[in-house]
């Protein structure tokens, strides 16, 4: 077999068999087949496409491409949440101590940021100390003793996912539906939860853009992850809005743990409050009523947000700044934007204030390329808000000032101001069992 054939068979708009899909994932892992290979690949499937079999193929070639864990020594239920990637998500978070804290176990692995989408492990990355790269052992001890850990995908996880995520991010070929039902369903098949929330996001945010492509895309990890014997739930939610305030790695950090603290937006507050009531009702610790109730009683007594601070100290991070945000280290500058006319703010392109935060310096170029932490967005306006010429929208951070500029314009090209208010649009659409 020659990679050579393969690329050309996807770029005519051909199935491939699972044998050739191997001989890539396999060929690519072991260092044979060359980055410009797997980009021209990518792209072929990018335009092409794949059938059901030919994704179902592609995520157990990535399940298979490195070890399967075993966490049965982890004592009681587990339950993992993936979202498909959104701009200010940072529900991970929020949600992963407060069903830790209701005596459900995540032991969970999360990437980091990806194309215009931030990413869980560089959020974390922000705080002082923090390890994302712990030992097996250490992972597993760290959740039986407190119910929940966050680490990076280890590098015999799902190795091809790995390297293909990276790949992906600097070649343009994120948003498309086999390669990312293949890198979540291929990573979260190869570690060992019982249950499964999938947060399938929807809109201009997101990397599917209607509600149609996201609930195909949720049916068919739903469908990958219960032939693989996991229990699996997903909800479709809004992502034509940032969600929250915050867009940026501590700032993130910093929103989160307002959310804890019972002080988060409206909306992100929602978002996380039903997706931890679906993750402790799937690990089935009641009626989603019960469930409803025991997550908003774990962040009004406290115990969510202590949860959230023991995990950090395990994790070799400096705690104080769970307690104490204002300790994370501020970006040098800071920039108004302000509105241009008045009127409403009638929509707004997600995916460009996601590019604006990345211009600031909150996320990578390329694959090798430092995160500046305190960069980023304080959205003060939102989808739906009422503006006077002049008014403050937005506010933005970076250490370095020559990152304003195209930040700046970027953001307000993706920020329409009109006559008429919005209609509403949910935050769930629909919940995929
Ligand atoms: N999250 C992932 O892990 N992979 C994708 O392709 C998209 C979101």
Do not use: W
Request: aromatic residues 6%; proline residues 2%; glycine residues 10%.
């Amino acid at each position: 077999m020659r990679m050579y054939d393969i690329i050309k068979k996807k770029r005519d708009g051909l199935a491939l068999t699972e044998q050739e899909i191997h001989f890539f994932i396999d060929g690519y892992v072991k260092g044979e087949i060359p980055d410009y290979q797997a980009s021209a690949f990518l792209m072929a499937v990018y335009y092409k496409g794949m059938n059901l079999d030919e994704t179902r193929a592609l995520t157990f070639a990535v399940r298979d491409s490195g070890v399967t864990l075993d966490f049965s020594n982890i004592d009681g239920i587990r339950v993992d949440k993936h979202s498909t990637g959104g701009v200010g998500d940072k529900t991970s978070l929020v949600v992963a101590p407060i069903v830790a804290s209701l005596g459900v176990k995540v032991a969970k692995m999360s990437g980091r940021g990806l194309g215009h989408t931030g990413g869980t492990i560089d959020k974390l990355e922000a705080i002082p100390g923090f390890q994302t790269d712990l030992s097996e052992e250490e992972f597993i001890k760290i959740v039986n003793d407190l119910g929940v850990c966050i680490v990076g995908q280890s590098h015999e996880l799902a190795p091809a996912d790995k390297k293909l995520y990276a790949l992906r991010d600097v070649t343009a070929t994120v948003d498309c539906l086999p390669l990312i039902v293949s890198s979540i369903m291929g990573k979260k098949l190869a570690a060992d939860d019982d249950c499964i929330v999938l947060d399938v996001k929807t809109g201009s945010g997101a990397f599917c853009k209607t509600v149609e492509e996201s609930a195909r895309l949720a049916s068919i990890m739903v469908d990958i992850g219960k032939s693989a014997g996991k229990k699996m739930l997903a909800l479709i939610t809004d992502m034509d809005r940032p969600l929250g305030a915050n867009i940026g790695n501590s700032l993130e950090v910093i929103e989160a743990i307002n959310t804890l603290n019972g002080n988060g937006p409206e909306d992100f507050t929602e978002v996380c409050l039903i997706l931890a009531t679906n993750m402790i009702y799937l690990a089935g610790k009641g009626t989603m009523e019960e469930c409803e109730a025991m997550v908003k009683r774990s962040i009004a007594d406290g115990s969510a947000l202590e949860t959230l601070a023991k995990m950090v100290k395990a994790q070799h991070g400096d705690e104080r700044v769970i307690y104490n945000p204002e300790l994370f280290e501020k970006a040098k500058y800071s920039r108004e934007v302000k509105a241009d006319r008045s009127g409403y703010i009638v929509r707004v392109d997600t995916e460009g204030y996601g590019i604006a935060s990345l211009l600031l310096g909150a996320g990578r170029n390329t694959k090798e390329e430092d995160i500046d932490y305190s960069a980023g967005i304080t959205l003060v306006k939102k989808t739906g808000d009422k503006v006077e010429k002049g008014d403050v929208i937005a506010v933005m951070y970076t250490n370095d000032e020559n990152r304003f500029q195209s930040a700046v314009d970027r953001f307000m090209k993706s920020t329409e101001i009109g006559a008429e208010k919005p209609e509403e649009r949910p935050l769930v659409f629909e919940r995929v069992e």
